[in-house]
């Protein structure tokens, strides 16, 4: 079997489980994009210029898969970049918290020990010039009052987390509109406001669908509260975590006994060292293209627009998006404008709003040769990296399932993907298989949850995010 033939294969397969579960499209059954390295062929040697934009805390960068498109129905890639930039004055921001702690009947036991420990690490972190509120949920909600972390309250909120029993329901709901009550007169004081949620992700109580919990986050963004979610227990539900922190702005991540310190460290320097908030990225699409899928990402389609939430950013952060566009152009010598990207934010140095546009644009030829020759060798390779992670990702999805054959069969055919760029993903082929080979040792169910849950991770950050601990 030739390395075409096992392409289509492994694109045909992820799409019977893409529709299973609800996963962005797989590649398609033939390849118009010109991307995909043929028997034999050469790996491209081209690099087009980047086109950049941004004098504030974030720039934008980005370029297309090359200077040509297939004229007629044709696909294409676009990579786009956004990048923070360290303040000019190092100094630590203030603040304004809120830790929103399940307490309900599922968290009984070592979880609850786990975010209790995990509180009382925040509480200690903090410092007087920072606002804190506490909230904790079951059926009900209880909270504590935002306020600022003197030694007094500290002791007094150190007093209130000891005291949490579990009890009750899982209403992750309750507890998110509990907090944001809670910060919401401190918004306009404090350049940074997040709630951190706490939780082994299993709603019961309250809103309970993911795409309802997810909509409340993005909201809760839109306020000016940016929503982390950390997983407790090793039965966490990682999807809804994920989308929660996605959708509002925030990071996501696991707590067990043994890293309590290292995330809340990692949340806490992330939160005070914010240069740039309620990040998004808005694509236009010209008539030209019919469609685009921002690949690994839940964006929002409204019309001719997608938008893309990003994370909060501190210095020296990035996120990388590769947008997979599906088009239909005349034949132009003439270059054809196919996206145009708008990235706004709140500059927090500065305190005011920011922007950076760029526009990405080709030139369309019914000559496959002619739109080979001038492929770009880095967007190639984001390309397939983000191709392949696709299978990554329904192979951890897989996995959680306890589906070891279809799994095992998903990493064979993310290796296929890197493995037509070999040269420049050594790094992904290897990460296949160290996964594959831990996975297999793996006996019990919790070790396997462990391996779907670090592929799945890694998943993230080879599709450019940066925003899970």
């Not at 297939?70 to 918290?97: C, D, I, T, W, Y």
């Not at 949490?164 to 306009?188: F, K, W």
């Not at 309590?260 to 008539?287: D, M, Y």
């Not at 500059?347 to 005011?352: I, N, P, S």
Request: proline share 4%; aromatic share 4%.
């Amino acid at each position: 079997m030739n390395r075409t033939t096992l392409l289509l294969t492994a694109a045909g397969l992820l799409a019977l489980v893409a529709l299973a579960l609800g996963l962005p499209k797989p590649p398609p059954t033939t390849d118009t994009t010109h991307t995909m390295a043929q028997p034999g062929e050469q790996e491209p040697t081209l690099t087009l210029p980047l086109v950049t934009s941004g004098d504030g805390a974030l720039t934008l960068e980005g370029k297309l898969s090359g200077g040509y498109v297939q004229s007629g129905p044709s696909e294409a890639f676009a990579v786009l970049e956004v990048k923070a930039h360290a303040p000019k004055e190092q100094h630590r921001v203030p603040v304004n918290m809120a830790l929103v702690i399940d307490r309900s009947g599922s968290m009984r036991g070592q979880k609850l020990d786990d975010a209790k420990r995990a509180a009382r690490e925040f509480v200690q972190r903090l410092t007087e010039v920072d606002r804190l509120a506490l909230v904790h949920y079951g059926t009900s909600v209880t909270s504590f009052p935002s306020t600022l972390v003197t030694q007094e309250a500290r002791e007094r909120m150190l007093a209130f987390v000891d005291a949490i029993e579990d009890d009750g329901s899982t209403n992750i709901s309750g507890g998110l509109e509990a907090a944001v009550q809670e910060l919401r007169p401190y918004v306009s004081q404090f350049r940074v406001s997040r709630a951190i949620l706490m939780s082994d992700g299993q709603p019961t109580a309250g809103l309970v669908r993911e795409e309802e919990l997810t909509a409340l986050a993005r909201q809760l963004r839109a306020e000016g509260v940016a929503v982390s979610a950390l997983g407790v227990g090793g039965d966490f539900n990682e999807n809804l975590m994920q989308g929660i922190a996605d959708q509002g702005g925030g990071f996501s991540g696991f707590l067990n006994s043994h890293q309590l310190a290292e995330v809340f460290s990692r949340e806490l320097e992330q939160a005070t060292s914010t240069v740039a908030r309620a990040v998004e990225l808005r694509l236009e699409l010209p008539s030209q293209v019919v469609s685009a899928e921002v690949m690994g990402t839940q964006a929002i389609r409204e019309g001719r627009t997608v938008r893309v939430p990003l994370y909060d950013m501190a210095g020296g952060q990035s996120a990388r998006m590769v947008v997979k566009l599906m088009l239909d152009t005349p034949a132009s010598e003439q270059p054809l404008e196919l996206l145009s990207a708008r990235l706004t934010y709140m500059d927090v140095e500065k305190d005011r709003p920011a922007e950076a546009r760029v526009a990405l644009s080709a030139r369309s030829t019914g000559d496959a040769l002619v739109v080979r020759n001038n492929l770009d060798k880095d967007v190639r390779v984001h390309a397939v990296r983000a191709l392949g992670t696709q299978h990554l990702r329904a192979a951890a999805e897989e996995m959680k399932k306890g589906n070891k054959q279809s799994a095992l069969g998903l990493l064979d055919n993310a290796r296929t993907m890197f493995g037509s760029s070999a040269s420049a993903l050594s790094g992904e082929l290897a990460d296949v298989d160290q996964t594959r080979a831990a996975y297999e040792r793996a006996q019990d169910e919790e070790s396997q949850r462990n391996e779907a849950r670090q592929l799945q991770k890694k998943a993230m950050k080879s599709f450019g995010y940066n925003n899970s601990y």
